[in-house]
């Protein structure tokens, strides 16, 4: 199978990090394709904004609308039948014993990564883009930059391929992350971010924070604002110079 060294399937759930890394991959380039995974989440929510946020961003600029093929929703309820999570289940948001957050789903990501790569190798594309980050640590260790780096190995030999899993997000904090937005995107882009990608653990939309949607109290929401807030800052900052 041929693999065309301009194109690249983008892990994206509707989230900042997979929107960010979506623009990414849109203005690098030419042909970009989506993939995310139903696996119970216990919030339909999640899903919803992937729709919006893929409609936006082709009304966005029409040099992206061109260039953004597919989305795939692959179904991965086998996650429920493996046990409880914090993001499966309704259990408590808490720290384990293990010493991992409730909200760590063994071999996510493993499995995510090597079913994008059944994708790609498919579908004839060679990059693999994922919004994973080791740098504000939530405690998982499959968002590691090694764990990417052996897995990239194990499909390249498993599947006899030449792909590359980019991850441009690894080593920068949420506000850089917001920084990365705007100077892809500028106020439009961050705008559409963070009016309409969805980040809150509890599935919350209600509430509209100066740093998007959601519950403003699980850890991801305040990773989220914390983000923001230090970004606002930064910003401010350089206007005023
Ligand atoms: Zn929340």
Request: glycine fraction near 8%.
């Amino acid at each position: 199978m041929e693999h065309t060294s301009d194109s690249a399937l983008v892990v994206f759930s509707g989230g900042q990090d997979s929107t960010t890394c979506l623009a990414w991959a849109l203005s690098r380039f030419q042909r970009v394709e989506t993939i995310g995974f139903d696996y119970g989440q216990r919030h339909a929510v999640e899903l919803a904004c992937r729709t919006e946020v893929l409609a936006r961003l082709r009304a966005y600029s029409a040099d992206w609308a061109k260039r953004l093929g597919p989305d795939s929703l692959l179904s991965l309820d086998v996650f429920q039948q493996l046990g409880e999570t914090a993001l499966t289940h309704d259990v408590k948001i808490s720290m384990t014993a293990s010493g991992l957050p409730s909200t760590f789903v063994p071999g996510r990501n493993l499995i995510f990564m090597t079913l994008a790569a059944a994708q790609a190798y498919r579908r004839g594309i060679k990059h693999l883009v994922t919004g994973v980050c080791e740098t504000d640590f939530s405690g998982y260790p499959d968002c590691r930059d090694d764990t990417m780096k052996a897995l990239q190995v194990a499909i390249n030999l498993g599947m006899q391929a030449r792909m590359a899993i980019e991850t441009p997000l690894m080593w920068l904090t949420k506000a850089e992350t917001w920084s990365l937005a705007h100077s892809l995107g500028g106020e439009a882009l961050v705008e559409l971010i963070l009016e309409h990608t969805h980040t809150c653990y509890q599935g919350e939309r209600g509430q509209r924070h100066p740093w998007g949607h959601g519950c403003g109290a699980c850890p991801a929401c305040e990773l989220r604002a914390a983000g923001w807030e230090q970004y606002r800052k930064a910003t401010s900052g350089v206007q005023r110079a």
